[in-house]
């Protein structure tokens, strides 16, 4: 058997001594998270912000180093701006017809004017309906 020789232009994609020290970073990353939300901030502004800062972090820690991209060359950013176009223009497109309209009460049924029966007056036209009184013709004098 031959041996496989690496090319010249191999780069190493980082030891396990980097990925224990990005391991021990998000670890830190998930308790500073935690610790934020166990503080019960009254500002919800702030808590929002601190967290995902925090999340947006470690996500960043696991793209560049679990997912090799600090190793790649500049053609990820290639592949990077049609997902941030669909990612931004997405939610903008279907705002109109899904975001805005959470807020507002719009019930087609409520719209329509025609009176809805309750049980009581479903019973009681039934039984104005089948009386024997009702069943009489109307001109009982011809």
Do not use: R
């Not at 004017?113 to 104005?128: I, L, P, Q, R």
């Amino acid at each position: 058997m031959s041996d496989v020789e690496h090319s010249e232009t191999y780069e190493p994609h980082g030891s396990s001594k980097t990925y224990f020290v990005v391991f021990i970073l998000l670890c830190i990353c998930t308790g500073v998270s935690w610790l934020v939300d166990e503080m019960h901030i009254n500002n919800l502004v702030l808590l929002v912000v601190t967290v995902l800062a925090i999340a947006s972090l470690k996500a960043s820690f696991v793209l560049l180093y679990f997912m090799h991209l600090k190793f790649e060359k500049n053609w990820k950013y290639a592949l990077l701006l049609p997902t941030t176009i669909l990612a931004i223009g997405l939610p903008m497109t279907l705002l109109p017809d899904i975001g805005l309209h959470y807020y507002t009460n719009v019930n087609p049924q409520s719209l329509t004017t025609v009176k809805e029966a309750t049980s009581e007056t479903a019973t009681s036209t039934v039984e104005e309906e089948t009386s024997p009184a009702a069943l009489e013709p109307e001109n009982k004098e011809q």
